[in-house]
Nanobody
Framework: QVSLLESGGGWVQAGGSLRLSCAAS????????MTWFRQSPGKEREFVAA????????YYGDSVKGRFAISRDSRKNTAFLQMNNLRPEDTAVYYC???????????????????WGQGTQVTVSS
């Protein structure tokens, strides 16, 4: 059974940076999609960034383009989300999601993902 373990959340002042990690274990990911979503109180879960392989493709939500970068270490089965120039509105619980399928067009939705992490809190103060 695949499990995802997120780490790297915390508190930071506006303009600062954090790096989130999502380590997958218990399965093989020779191809797949790993994605970050976030959710703040009273709001729906929001797409942040996705990475798909083989033949690396990356995608970003409009609110994080130019500030966040998603990457993956295939040897460690781990995805990363580098978050720069953080804003108070980035405050949320960030969730990692994974599929062993290459999700082509519906990666922004939560339904296609079979595996989810427990979430990690990111708090950005002004």
């Amino acid at each position: 059974q695949v499990s995802l373990l997120e780490s790297g959340g915390g508190w930071v002042q506006a303009g600062g940076s954090l790096r989130l990690s999502c380590a997958a274990s218990g399965g093989t990911f020779s191809s797949g999609t790993m994605t970050w979503f976030r959710q703040s109180p009273g709001k729906e879960r929001e797409f942040v960034a996705a990475i798909r392989w083989p033949g690396i493709s990356t995608y970003y939500g409009d609110s994080v383009k130019g500030r966040f970068a998603i990457s993956r270490d295939s040897r460690k089965n781990t995805a990363f989300l580098q978050m720069n120039n953080l804003r108070p509105e980035d405050t949320a619980v960030y969730y990692c999601a994974a599929s062993q399928q290459r999700i082509i067009s519906s990666y922004v939705y939560t339904a296609p993902y079979s595996y989810w992490g427990q979430g990690t809190q990111v708090t950005v103060s002004s």
